[in-house]
């Protein structure tokens, strides 16, 4: 009974702010790595942002380093994604996901992610 459950998509103007929120359920939250993903139509799904089970250590792509911030919440089994300076290219479905954390693991890479939300769609107009 594994579940991911994203909110807090939506339509925001370029420059704008917006919060993704992610709850999981069925899973020993703490043990675990949680990323965030991006599909845009047409196009390959691409990593964003991950976190370590403890939350000491996030890794960011270089495309949103500067504007975007991961963090958790493991007393609400809660990862968040926090987007600032919003740009046109940063539309698409953004997907959270999460994986059972161990030493040298690979946070990046989709195929090492078990466990999958059904994502929130981010519109940023221009």
């Known amino acids: 009974q594994v579940q991911l459950v994203e909110s807090g998509g939506g339509l925001v103007q370029a420059g704008g702010s917006l919060r993704l929120s992610c709850v999981a359920s069925g899973l020993p939250f703490s043990s675990y790595a949680m990323g965030w993903f991006r599909q845009a139509p047409g196009k390959e799904r691409e990593f964003v942002a991950a976190?370590?089970?403890?939350?000491?250590?996030?890794y960011l792509a270089d495309s949103v380093k500067g504007r975007f911030t991961i963090s958790r919440d493991n007393a609400k089994n809660t990862v968040y994604l926090q987007m600032n300076s919003l740009k046109p290219e940063d539309t698409a479905v953004y997907y959270c996901?999460?994986?059972?954390?161990?030493?040298?693991?690979?946070?990046?890479?989709?195929?090492?992610?078990?466990?999958w939300g059904q994502g929130t769609q981010v519109n940023v107009s221009s």
């Open positions: 976190i370590r089970r403890s939350g000491d250590n996030t």
């Open positions: 996901a999460g994986q059972w954390d161990y030493d040298n693991s690979n946070y990046v890479q989709a195929a090492r992610y078990a466990y």
